[in-house]
């Protein structure tokens, strides 16, 4: 996957005059919190809470570290996951972009999975040229990593924990902003590869005694 990492602004039409928002996107999506957690809705098949087609790669491409004050390149907002299988190989490469001229290091974390760092550079990444400064003999293996103002960051994992995993940017403003997306690692063969269900006779938190006896909040 060759995944952008913005700083932008959604457009809000407002009777007719334009108002616009700051936000932040992974590949010109801004990240949308469900009503329903995705873990909930994954495992208990509610479709309608999130899509199943967060992109692989960005809807334009374009010099991403020019100096870009004014752009039309405005993220959507959108619950959008990319679905794994077990024992997958997944490599990504992160790709800041200067939109508004607001490149900025992201601390992009994985849940759910550590990872190697092959590389990172600054520029655009080159996928003919680039790949040859991988360290391929003894990359660093972490949980965060630091992508580069106007710069790029490529990880490789294997996606061999199942389970529903966020993957955003550390900066509580840009996580807030809609830096994030979640990846779905779906089961393996055996129950050893696959999550727990949660159990049919699990009552939801809001009416849970043993919650309501801790707080020392009455039900009545």
């Not at 004014?70 to 800041?96: C, M, R, W, Y």
């Not at 199942?162 to 996580?175: F, N």
Request: a negative charge; hydrophobic letters at 35%.
């Amino acid at each position: 996957m060759y995944i952008t990492a913005s700083m932008d602004k959604i457009v809000h039409n407002l009777s007719a005059d334009m108002d616009y928002v700051l936000a932040s996107s992974l590949n010109n999506i801004s990240w949308v919190n469900p009503s329903t957690a995705v873990l909930q809705a994954y495992y208990r098949n509610l479709s309608e809470f999130y899509t199943t087609d967060f992109p692989d790669e960005p809807p334009y491409y374009f010099d991403f570290v020019a100096d870009l004050r004014d752009n039309s390149t405005h993220p959507l907002k959108g619950t959008k996951v990319k679905i794994l299988e077990f024992g997958e190989e997944v490599e990504i490469v992160f790709q800041a972009t200067n939109l508004l001229n607001a490149s900025d290091d992201h601390s992009m974390y994985l849940h759910g999975h550590k990872f190697y760092v092959l590389g990172e550079g600054y520029g655009n990444f080159y996928s003919t040229s680039d790949p040859e400064t991988y360290n391929l003999v003894d990359p660093p293996y972490l949980s965060t990593a630091s992508l580069p103002v106007n710069g790029w960051l490529t990880i490789r994992f294997k996606a061999n924990n199942p389970g529903v995993w966020a993957m955003h940017c550390q900066e509580g403003r840009h996580l807030s902003w809609g830096m994030n997306t979640v990846l779905i690692v779906k089961n393996g063969s055996n129950p050893e590869t696959s999550i727990r269900s949660p159990p049919a006779n699990m009552p939801p938190c809001e009416i849970s005694p043993t919650i309501l006896s801790a707080l020392d909040v009455s039900t009545k």
